[in-house]
């Protein structure tokens, strides 16, 4: 399966590549991911249950970066093993470049399965790792960037801190952590 992408993410290119170093960013970033530890030198490992089809398995593997291109792109490669569901191996080459006021990440995602899993069709295949690397960027988008603005509040609604100051707009959980 291969998945080719892009968005614009609303924080400058050095927040992004901090974040995509970032362990505790990752973990939370990885749908079904119950462990991740490591570092970006010596790579991670990860434990991941997923549900594919009829098909659930806790994948245990490990995640490397490569190719890296400081503060520009990178590769990251994951191979995990499912046990009797099989296995699930793929990477994807990500950069970051300056755009506007924010950073244009671009993603290639190539993967692949095998065992009880690859019986499932490709076509189930394809649309679950489509929906695992989709909901992985939202969710690293939204780590960033915070929760998606809504609607204007009323004005008695809005926030007021302990010392009867209006507070700031918050931001995404990596950018306040850092910044």
């Given at each position: ?10 924080a ?86 300056p ?25 189930i ?34 926030t007021?801190?302990?010392d ?5 707009p918050?931001?995404g ?7």
């Amino acid at each position: 399966m291969k998945l080719a992408e892009e968005r614009h993410i609303n924080a400058d290119p050095a927040t992004v590549w901090a974040a995509v170093l970032n362990a505790e960013v990752l973990r939370a970033c990885v749908p079904g991911c119950e462990s991740l530890t490591g570092n970006p030198t010596d790579g991670f490992e990860a434990v991941v249950v997923q549900k594919v089809g009829p098909v659930k398995a806790r994948f245990t593997g490990v995640v490397t970066l490569s190719d890296i291109v400081e503060g520009h792109s990178l590769r990251i490669t994951g191979e995990g093993k499912g046990g009797v569901a099989g296995f699930a191996k793929g990477g994807a080459y990500v950069t970051m470049e300056p755009e506007g006021d924010g950073t244009k990440l671009t993603y290639d995602v190539d993967a692949s399965v095998g065992g009880k899993i690859a019986q499932l069709g490709s076509r189930i295949i394809d649309g679950f790792a489509k929906n695992l690397a989709e909901e992985f960027f939202n969710r690293f988008q939204t780590a960033i960037e915070g929760p998606a603005e809504e609607p204007a509040a009323e004005p008695e609604a809005e926030t007021v801190a302990a010392d009867g100051a209006e507070e700031a707009p918050k931001k995404g959980w990596f950018r306040r952590l850092i910044g």
